[in-house]
């Protein structure tokens, strides 16, 4: 599907008022869209210590470590885990549906 497709179904699905809808695309396919694109390159190419090898690469409390990287399959548990504070709500379904889904894979 090409991204303007894409766009459009999203849009739809999540009911977002026409006119955001509009102002969003034009925004991301326009100077400033490009303007935001580039600045966003510019904080990649600059990351420390460890300068990123590929993309997506994770940044936590904007360092950037090759270790870090191993939690790409698993970041939302990683995250979840690494929260000082209270839990977010989002973790607790989280952990919960992992749960159910490992209690369904014992039983069969």
Same mark, same amino acid.
Request: with cysteine.
């Given at each position: ?39 966003? #390159? !510019?904080? +990649?190419?600059?990351? &420390? ?11 936590i409390n904007d360092l950037s470590t090759a270790q870090l990287q191993i939690y790409q399959n698993g970041l939302f548990n ?13 973790? #607790? !379904?989280? +952990?919960?549906?992992? &749960? ?9």
């Amino acid at each position: 599907m090409d991204p303007d497709a894409a766009f459009l179904l999203c849009s739809k699905k999540k009911k977002l008022d026409q006119t955001l809808s509009i102002a969003i695309y034009k925004c991301a396919n326009g100077v400033e869209g490009d303007l935001i694109q580039l600045q966003m #390159a !510019e904080i +990649t190419e600059n990351v &420390k210590p460890h300068p990123h090898y590929f993309v997506p690469w994770i940044l936590i409390n904007d360092l950037s470590t090759a270790q870090l990287q191993i939690y790409q399959n698993g970041l939302f548990n990683f995250l979840c885990d690494w929260h000082r504070g209270s839990v977010p709500k989002g973790c #607790a !379904e989280f +952990t919960n549906l992992f &749960k159910q889904r490992k209690n369904l894979q014992f039983k069969k």
